[in-house]
């Protein structure tokens, strides 16, 4: 007799049984789902067949299949057996789309790139019990899968998450766990919020202070304790070489990593350390998180060498197309008072203050395309016009914010605030913030990006995705509370 499957939504832990004869559990939930007649029973005859022996995909396969078999599965370039799993090419596949083949003797996998394949993997592995990704050995020495055709490929280029590394230091280990968990989920873009005020996350050479000083916070340290950080020494930072190599285990699973240098504003942890790169102007007014004297001088010319000294190393460090900037939540006070961006104002004509916001975005904007890369944002980007046609806008201020982004015609990736931060709280008798809305499960489950924006079919297509965001305010507390935050509502996204 047939077995109950049983299909987790996997890192949740929350179990769902599935019985033979309906759809499997498959998240995200493929295009098409075909059943046939009958099962492929899996046993010790089973080999991969893959062109390339040492394929990441192939060998992914094996890995995780051993863990859960109680035999091993030969990785061959030809059919050594009656029953294999085999890869093949397809190139009338779409971008990251794959064929999943179940028959009765035979799985076989089409794809036209590396992407497509990892992803057919992903979905095969989620017919099998949910411990072949914990990695507990089963010893499981015959496994029925249905036969079936499944199809899929994504609606949307860009499938992401926002971690923010700055208010809580994440290790690599867990930096690793992420991308993983991610990749299982199909999404393919791990932006990380390396520089905020409290503390910067990535070793910048030229600048040694930016971690020595800058990633450090605490009674003694530069930066001051924030988010019951407490009197000791608390922070973090990822060398060059560290982050590369992330780069590259995140590759191998079809993440890219987008690197965010917060400017001109959320900067305490790089205005500490220079020192003279704000305007040394005040004001009574606090940033959005409470901070003062967190925002570089717009006027002062000698900035953009520093800056552009940094942009240069993380242009190096990162093979991303895109280098995010921020750009968001600016107190414009200091500019005001400021001789240098006033002179500034002058020269260029600007009536407004708010306008060197503009100013300073361009000049950017110039940097990093000097330096190869595509500029990224926050929608505050956007406020003051003029972008290249190519400078791509992360709107987290609502809807409204997504369809000025693109009426203005930039390349925007979805983040609204009200259904996409997940720090909010799940419910209000729940911890995390509220001031966006409260997201429980299912908001998240049934966003629709493009919902409240009535786009022409062209101006869709600038809508290239949509990523959940999590800030990590007080996210120590407990140990792993940010993995309670972020799953499952990033299964749902
Ligand atoms: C943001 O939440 N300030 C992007
Ligand atoms: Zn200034």
């Known amino acids: 007799m047939r077995k109950i499957i049983l299909l987790s939504v996997l890192i949740c832990g929350i179990v769902i049984p599935t019985f033979a004869n309906n759809n499997p559990n498959i998240i995200p939930t493929p295009n098409s789902i075909v059943k046939g007649e ?40 030809s059919k050594k057996s009656e029953k294999y799993i085999i890869f093949t090419n397809d190139k009338s596949i779409k971008e990251e789309g794959y064929k999943l083949a179940i028959e009765p003797n035979k799985i076989v996998i089409s794809s036209s790139d590396n992407s497509g394949k990892y992803y057919a993997v992903q979905t095969l592995l989620q017919l099998f019990p949910p411990q072949i990704y914990s990695g507990a050995k089963l010893r499981i020495k015959e496994y029925p899968v249905d036969v079936m055709v499944i199809e899929d490929a994504p609606r949307f280029s860009y499938r992401g998450f926002m971690l923010d590394v700055s208010r809580t230091f994440f290790d690599l280990d867990y930096l690793r766990s992420y991308i993983d968990w991610m990749s299982n989920h199909k999404l393919n873009r791990l932006h990380l919020h390396l520089t905020d005020d409290n503390g910067w996350r990535i070793e910048i050479k030229k600048y040694p202070d930016l971690t020595n000083k800058g990633a450090w916070r605490g009674k003694d340290e530069l930066i001051p304790p924030t988010y019951l950080s407490g009197s000791k020494r608390y922070g973090g930072y990822y060398t060059q070489k560290e982050m590369k190599e992330l780069i590259a285990y995140a590759q191998d699973r079809n993440v890219m990593i987008i690197p965010e240098f917060d400017l001109p504003g959320h900067c305490l942890s790089s205005t ?65 008072q400021c001789p240098e961006c006033q002179a500034l104002m002058k020269k260029e004509g600007y009536e407004k203050v708010e306008e060197l916001h503009g100013h300073f975005v361009r000049r950017m904007e110039d940097i990093i395309t000097k330096h190869g890369k595509v500029m990224m944002g926050w929608d505050d980007i956007q406020d003051f016009g003029g972008l290249r046609p190519t400078s791509t806008v992360v709107a987290w201020r609502g809807q409204a914010k997504g369809l000025e982004s693109v009426k203005k015609g930039q390349p925007t990736v979805m983040q609204a605030a009200q259904y996409l931060y997940v720090d909010m709280q799940y419910t209000p008798a729940e911890r995390g913030h509220s001031w966006a809305a409260i997201i429980p499960l299912d908001r998240i489950y049934n966003y629709e990006p493009l919902q409240d924006m009535d786009l022409t079919p062209e101006e869709e297509k600038l809508i290239i995705g949509v990523q959940a965001g999590l800030w990590t305010e007080l996210m120590q507390f407990p140990p792993r509370f940010s993995e309670y935050q972020v799953f499952p509502r990033l299964c749902a996204l």
């Open 272 to 336: 500490a350390v220079f020192g003279d790169v704000t305007c040394g102007t005040s004001t009574d007014r606090p940033s959005a998180c409470g901070e003062f004297d967190n925002v570089w001088c717009v006027g002062k010319e000698s900035n953009y060498k520093i800056l552009e000294n940094i942009i240069k190393e993380l242009a190096d460090i990162f093979p991303s197309p895109y280098l995010n900037i921020g750009g968001d939540e600016v107190i414009f006070d200091y500019w005001a």
């Open 38 to 77: 009958g099962v492929f029973v899996i046993d010790n005859d089973l080999t991969i067949v893959s062109d390339n022996v040492k394929d990441f995909s192939a060998k992914y396969l094996q890995e995780k299949l051993e863990t859960v078999f109680d035999f091993p599965v030969n990785i061959n370039t």
